[in-house]
């Protein structure tokens, strides 16, 4: 069964607009970890902000907020302020932690397009 | 931050032939490496999860003769294709956890294999 989905495949954005990128996940685990990453052309995952699920407040970083739904299970990322260096895949993650170890899993995917 | 490296970064080889891709964690020492691999236009996949000094666990469906890793110390995990062929073209990426934050996972830039 899919863990995480990202129903976008594509989204375009113009500069300077605020984008959000949905992620819901299924998980029946109380402890878990969702992330979000940036993958360039280039192909390196860049981090870009973490959620962990007993966070009651929103995570941030500069340009970049989740807002974590716990109840609806969505992480949706969103990217204020748009650049048109913010073109690029973008991948919603999550971590599960067991006694024996740890699954980490990614979704499909989305690729934002920012627009000049 | 942690800084992950992959040599090489791209690498073309024949069919038949064996390729060893390595990941170094730079400046932490990575307790966990993860090999991943990420066909065009779709998500990262994990192939296995490898703890310094033991045998690596492997994903279903993915071959253990086949991606042999190795990771023999706590800065090193090598994943060798052998007698690689056309359908194992693809993006590899290994990412590391350290013993400092067992949370977080610190990507290398990739390296993209092409079988011929």
């Known amino acids: 069964a899919q863990k995480i989905t990202q129903t976008q495949p594509g989204m375009f954005v113009q500069e300077k607009e605020a984008v959000t990128l949905d992620c819901t996940y299924d998980?029946?685990?109380?402890?878990?970890?969702l992330f979000w990453y940036k993958q360039p052309s280039s192909g390196e995952m860049i981090f870009l902000i973490y959620?962990?699920?007993?966070?009651?407040q929103n995570a941030t970083e500069g340009r970049y907020s989740l807002n974590f739904q716990k109840a609806r299970k969505s992480a949706n990322l969103v990217i204020s302020a748009s650049q048109l260096g913010d073109s690029a895949m973008y991948f919603c993650?999550?971590?599960?932690?067991?006694?024996?170890?740890?699954?980490?899993?990614f979704g499909p995917g989305t690729r934002l397009s920012v627009l000049p | 931050g942690a800084v992950v490296s992959q040599h090489p970064s791209w690498v073309i080889c024949k069919s038949g032939t064996s390729v060893k891709i390595e990941c170094r964690s730079l400046d932490f020492q990575a307790t966990t490496m993860f090999w991943y691999r990420q066909f065009p236009k779709q998500s990262l996949m994990l192939m296995a999860t490898?703890?310094?000094?033991?045998?690596?666990?492997?994903e279903q469906g993915v071959e253990k003769d086949k991606f042999l890793i190795n990771h023999a110390s706590l800065t090193l995990s090598t994943l060798t294709v052998t007698s690689a062929h056309p359908e194992d073209s693809s993006f590899y990426i290994c990412?590391?956890?350290?013993?400092?934050?067992?949370?977080?996972?610190?990507f290398g830039p990739g390296t993209r294999l092409t079988v011929t």
């Open positions: 998980t029946s685990d109380q402890s878990y970890g």
């Open positions: 490898s703890n310094e000094g033991s045998k690596a666990t492997y």
């Open positions: 993650a999550m971590r599960e932690v067991y006694n024996y170890g740890q699954n980490f899993v």
């Open positions: 959620q962990g699920s007993y966070d009651e």
């Open positions: 990412s590391a956890r350290g013993v400092a934050n067992p949370y977080e996972q610190y």
